[in-house]
């Protein structure tokens, strides 16, 4: 299997701009997740998906971020407009189940806002 | 709330040696899942080893081992016979089954193996 799969792998942007991020999680799983990491605050988690339904999203920053999943192999994080603060990696993880498995992670997207 | 605590940020072992990096959490919940995941400089998030809270038993994964003190609520990580390529972040992760299944990462160790 090809493991998570994230693109880009680097995104520069100017801020005010619309930024999106895709994720493939591996085939078979039914959870996927959204982190950011930054220097400041480490790894947080966004938003996950079970089975393409978001199931919780309270660590969206804010209403500028937003995230899909149309279908079990694909999903996208939007953030509109883009700031400088949002710089930083972001990870898609997934999962074969929510409960009692890890999680395996993409090689991440570093986003750098001017 | 689950916290995780990771109170070395930077540790280094030499080559071959045995090092062990420290993590402990809080919780109220009885069912929970701990892991070890290494962050090498390719920024790839890899998993280490994982340890069920039920279980009494120590897991080991080749040369990586934890010892898991749910009395105490820590969950230290051994590397022992430590090699070049583990030159990398360990981040301490915990996720109840009881509360979203959500993890909750430590801040991280940096560990640096001397040649």
């Known amino acids: 299997d090809a493991g998570v799969i994230q693109s880009p792998r680097h995104e520069v942007t100017e801020m005010g701009q619309e930024v999106t991020l895709r994720c493939k999680p591996i085939s078979g799983h039914n959870s996927l997740f959204w982190y950011r990491q930054t220097m400041m605050r480490g790894l947080e988690l966004l938003i996950y998906f079970n089975n393409n339904v978001p199931i919780d999203d309270s660590g969206m920053p804010e209403d500028r971020f937003s995230a899909k999943m149309p279908n079990a192999s694909f999903s996208t994080l939007k953030i509109q407009p883009s700031e400088p603060r949002d710089s930083a990696v972001y990870f898609c993880a997934s999962s074969l189940a929510l409960g009692t498995y890890e999680q395996y992670f993409g090689p991440g997207t570093r986003l750098t806002v001017t | ?115």
Not at chain 2, 32 to 52: A, G, H, T
Not at chain 2, 90 to 112: R, V
């Open chain 2, 1 to 115: 709330a689950q916290t995780v605590t990771q109170s070395q940020p930077e540790m280094s072992v030499q080559e071959a040696e045995t090092v062990t990096l420290s993590c402990t959490y809080d919780t109220s919940e009885s069912n929970y899942y701990l892991f070890w995941y290494k962050q090498p400089p390719s920024r790839q998030m890899i998993l280490v080893i994982r340890q069920e809270a039920y279980k009494q038993q120590n897991a080991t994964e080749n040369r990586f081992s934890v010892n898991f003190q749910k009395a105490a609520k820590s969950f230290s990580l051994k590397i022992s016979d430590s090699q070049l390529g583990d030159t990398a972040m360990y981040f301490c992760a915990f996720m109840s089954t009881n509360t979203g299944n959500q993890f909750y990462f430590g801040t991280g160790t940096s560990l640096t193996v001397i040649p």
